[in-house]
């Protein structure tokens, strides 16, 4: 059996870094939401914010921990499974990671061990203080490893030195590189609604099966309120980032729309086919002029087709195409959802209506597939490069790893992950269906139950 | 223009920043993976309980020092970087495997109970072990060297299995044995600590034996090492390094049956933990590829290299400073009771 080593470290990467990216994006929402929580909290003294904060940091942990534990694989595939490419970008990527691990990653995995278990170990203030510290460093760290993936997408600030290495000329318009602004604004506004729908849907199963109303609430009219906002926002957003990728990544867009002529007027395809041998879709259906009128902003807009690019410079248009189709369609339907809770809320009814609590519950897991359609557009659209227009993807995998050791590991990678994977969903769902725990003990001042670290007698065996 | 490499050996200071970040890695994920190493064995479900919870505030943090080791190397020694990570291949992916079924392990573990509990138990047991052992093994492959043509590795997949890297990789099991046992004398009470004193002083005994050995053999792996530890004058200004290493080996003994003694333990492990780490850097400074290239053949380009230096100067210190105030938060004795 021939394994191809490149295919299969692509695989790799793409399935080692699709299974990361979903936790620190759920993390990055939920801190801070449980920054919020904490800060009604102390303000208002109410307990039912204390309850929630309590209830969502358990599910935080899990999700942490998975996150931390693939991440630490992710900072060392790139030499694993790409060391050509590591030599050759090293030197402008290089710092850019450097920064996210000391801006960013001990910040919130030192202030996370006060977060979890700090409670009656420090002042009320410093736990609020923790918590809003991890938040910011799940913004930071985007920050840093969103300007290094949108440098991949559009590179600048940089010379190729005569051994083929990339040499940094301008730090500024390496970090602030063309797509860096918008990537970033797309990927937080899509982090902090995937995690709203996670809390959304979870208030609306309280809702729904009749169980701690008074924390539902508050958990749907969240939601509620980020759904009716933020989700319309981000639809500009994405048009802002679209027009962006016209400019620096037309094949990309090209991709995107499914379209392979170059021509005035396009349509918008809503479905197609397409094939990427004989050049063509098949079974079309589409709105005309549509897509000029988004990408242009006029109907009768010019956009390059594919087949402006050779055969091998053109990325698979059927991924890029179908993965655009199903981000934008749950996006359409984040806005829908938001619209209809806001029109219930001013009528007084999100809270009783049942259909829309079973429409929250079935969008719980949209958010995540979002995302990662989303990545998938605007990853697998880059191909054939590695670094757009400068480092093809074929070129740079570690010449001395052979084809069986990635196939072994990428199989190893899988079954670890789905077990873990597994394994971690089944005690979120668990830790959902034990509910919120209302603690009504008088407690000292900071509610710490039994965190008392004292000396245990002689009760052990 | 400003050029901090006018004035500073970018790449040698680079080479201490990164050795000294594999370094905190070792003590401070060592410890943590020292007690998955022997939580099996402890004497009650309690104790287990204790021994997850002296550790739980930190692992999160511990492990990103990896991140950093990995990350420093990828950022100021790209070709060591892209040569070592495809050499040690297979130890590096079953170490990352370890460390990931540990890491959840951790967090299912608090929220499972019964079986389950003792399930994840295993898996942390496991995950440790494994981690562990491939750590040692990497550093003896490393030590050995490995084949290089150009700029790539040009060894084969099973090149990093030797005698050595396998003897290295059982040295390390049992030097982070006596880190977590020495953690537990600090951070526990009662039949927990008794129990850590036994561990600590049986392991104390298997890493002088493998610190021996190790000290042995390597003057025979290249000539530069037995050159540079066995010529006048150097042995003198060497000397202090086995000489503090017995001390302190002595001084661990006395304390394990001093029942007095909670704190010293620990960090005179930490002690024999630098010596041995002082000893190695200094047979290899200053090679990054053990004898192929050197510090400086290796570095990253000065931009890149100054640019993280202006963010490490303010940056470490404070990393430092709130690692500390996060341990000395959870100071004092661990309970048994759940944390969460």
């Known amino acids: 059996m021939i394994f191809d080593p490149v295919l299969l470290a692509r695989i790799q990467f793409a399935f080692t870094i699709s299974f990361h990216i979903v936790f620190p994006a759920f993390t990055i929402g939920l801190a801070s939401f449980l920054a919020v929580v904490e800060w009604r909290w102390l303000r208002t003294g109410n307990q039912i914010y204390r309850d929630l904060y309590k209830f969502w940091i358990k599910i935080f942990s899990i999700a942490f921990g998975m996150g931390v534990v693939s991440g630490v694989v992710m900072s060392y595939q790139f030499g694993t499974n790409w060391s050509v490419f590591s030599d050759k970008v090293a030197n402008v990527l290089g710092p850019l990671l450097g920064y996210e691990v000391l801006?960013?990653?001990?910040?919130?995995?030192?202030?996370?061990?006060?977060?979890?278990?700090?409670?009656?170990?420090?002042?009320?203030?410093?736990?609020?203080?923790?918590?809003?510290?991890?938040?910011?460093?799940?913004?930071?760290?985007?920050?840093?490893?969103?300007?290094?993936?949108?440098?991949?997408?559009?590179?600048?600030?940089?010379?190729?030195?005569?051994?083929?290495?990339?040499?940094?000329?301008?730090?500024?318009?390496?970090?602030?590189?063309?797509?860096?602004?918008?990537?970033?604004?797309?990927?937080?506004?899509?982090?902090?609604?995937?995690?709203?729908?996670?809390?959304?849907?979870?208030?609306?199963?309280?809702?729904?099966?009749?169980?701690?109303?008074?924390?539902?609430?508050?958990?749907?009219?969240?939601?509620?309120?980020?759904?009716?906002?933020?989700?319309?926002?981000?639809?500009?957003?994405?048009?802002?980032?679209?027009?962006?990728?016209?400019?620096?990544?037309?094949?990309?867009?090209?991709?995107?729309?499914?379209?392979?002529?170059?021509?005035?007027?396009?349509?918008?395809?809503?479905?197609?086919?397409?094939?990427?041998?004989?050049?063509?879709?098949?079974?079309?259906?589409?709105?005309?002029?549509?897509?000029?009128?988004?990408l242009t902003h006029d109907m009768n807009g010019e956009v390059r087709g594919l087949k402006d690019w050779k055969k091998e410079d053109r990325p698979k248009v059927a991924i890029v195409f179908w993965s655009f189709r199903v981000m934008v369609g749950i996006g359409l339907m984040m806005i829908l959802i938001g619209i209809t809770s806001a029109v219930k809320y001013f009528r007084g009814k999100l809270f009783t209506t049942r259909w829309l609590h079973l429409w929250w519950i079935a969008m719980m897991p949209t958010g995540f597939i979002a995302l990662l359609a989303g990545w998938f557009v605007t990853e697998v659209g880059r191909q054939p490069y590695i670094v757009y227009g400068v480092i093809r993807t074929a070129d740079v995998i570690s010449p001395g790893v052979i084809g069986a050791e990635v196939a072994a590991s990428l199989l190893a990678f899988v079954v670890v992950y789905t077990l873990v994977f597994g394994s971690g969903s089944y005690y979120i769902i668990k830790l959902i269906r034990k509910g919120v725990v209302t603690d009504n003990k008088k407690s000292d001042k900071y509610g710490a139950e039994a965190l008392i670290i004292k000396a245990t007698g002689g009760d052990d065996v | 223009m400003f050029d901090f490499a006018d004035y500073l050996d970018l790449p040698l200071i680079w080479g201490f920043l990164i050795a000294t970040a594999i370094f905190l890695y070792v003590l401070l994920d060592g410890f943590d993976l020292g007690i998955g190493i022997i939580l099996p064995f402890a004497p009650s479900d309690k104790c287990r309980?204790?021994?997850?919870?002296?550790?739980?505030?930190?692992?999160?943090?511990?492990?990103?020092?990896?991140?950093?080791?990995?990350?420093?190397?990828?950022?100021?020694?790209?070709?060591?970087?892209?040569?070592?990570?495809?050499?040690?291949?297979?130890?590096?992916?079953?170490?990352?495997?370890?460390?990931?079924?540990?890491?959840?392990?951790?967090?299912?573990?608090?929220?499972?109970?019964?079986?389950?509990?003792?399930?994840?138990?295993?898996v942390f047991h496991f995950g440790s072990i494994a981690a562990s052992f491939c750590q040692g093994v990497i550093l003896g492959a490393f030590v050995q060297g490995v084949e290089v043509s150009g700029r790539n590795f040009s060894g084969g997949p099973l090149d990093w299995a030797s005698a050595f890297s396998i003897m290295t990789g059982i040295a390390v099991v049992f030097g982070y044995v006596l880190l977590g046992a020495t953690w537990l004398i600090m951070k526990t009470e009662d039949i927990t600590q008794v129990w850590a004193r036994k561990v600590a002083s049986y392991t104390l005994n298997f890493v002088g034996m493998f610190m021996v050995l190790v000290s042995i053999i390597m003057p025979f792996i290249d000539e530069r090492i037995r050159d540079l530890w066995f010529s006048f004058p150097n042995i003198y200004y060497l000397l202090p390094i086995p000489l503090m290493t017995a001390m302190l080996f002595i001084l661990i003994w006395i304390d394990l049956h001093n029942a007095k003694a909670e704190y010293r333990p620990f960090f005179a492990s930490i002690g024999v933990f630098l010596m041995g780490y002082i000893g190695l850097a200094v047979s290899i400074f200053p090679?990054?590829?053990?004898?192929?290239?050197?510090?400086?053949?290796?570095?990253?380009?000065?931009?890149?290299?100054?640019?993280?230096?202006?963010?490490?100067?303010?940056?470490?210190?404070?990393?430092?400073?709130?690692?500390?105030?996060?341990?000395?938060?959870?100071?004092?004795?661990?309970?048994?009771?759940?944390?969460?």
């Open chain 2, 287 to 340: 090679w990054i590829i053990p004898f192929k290239f050197n510090l400086w053949e290796a570095a990253a380009s000065t931009p890149g290299l100054s640019l993280l230096l202006v963010g490490v100067i303010p940056g470490l210190p404070v990393i430092l400073g709130y690692t500390i105030y996060c341990y000395y938060v959870f100071k004092g004795k661990t309970s048994h009771e759940n944390l969460y």
């Open chain 2, 49 to 122: 309980d204790r021994m997850m919870n002296s550790i739980a505030p930190f692992w999160d943090a511990n492990e990103t020092w990896l991140v950093l080791g990995g990350g420093g190397l990828f950022a100021a020694f790209p070709l060591a970087y892209a040569i070592l990570m495809p050499a040690f291949y297979i130890p590096i992916i079953i170490m990352l495997l370890g460390l990931i079924m540990r890491g959840v392990a951790f967090e299912f573990r608090f929220k499972s109970d019964g079986k389950a509990r003792v399930l994840w138990g295993y």
């Open chain 1, 103 to 294: 801006t960013a990653f001990f910040l919130e995995s030192s202030f996370l061990g006060i977060m979890l278990f700090g409670w009656g170990r420090v002042s009320q203030r410093m736990h609020f203080v923790a918590t809003c510290i991890v938040a910011i460093g799940t913004v930071i760290s985007a920050f840093w490893i969103l300007a290094a993936n949108s440098w991949m997408q559009t590179p600048q600030g940089f010379m190729v030195g005569a051994d083929g290495r990339l040499n940094p000329l301008n730090w500024i318009e390496i970090v602030f590189n063309p797509s860096f602004p918008y990537r970033f604004a797309h990927m937080m506004v899509a982090a902090y609604l995937t995690t709203a729908f996670v809390i959304g849907g979870v208030g609306s199963l309280y809702l729904y099966l009749n169980r701690h109303i008074p924390h539902a609430r508050i958990m749907l009219g969240m939601a509620a309120i980020m759904a009716s906002t933020v989700a319309p926002l981000q639809l500009f957003i994405g048009d802002a980032h679209g027009i962006n990728t016209l400019k620096y990544q037309p094949a990309k867009v090209a991709a995107m729309e499914g379209l392979w002529e170059t021509k005035k007027g396009i349509p918008l395809l809503l479905f197609a086919i397409p094939d990427q041998d004989s050049e063509q879709n098949r079974m079309e259906l589409k709105i005309p002029k549509l897509a000029s009128l988004i």
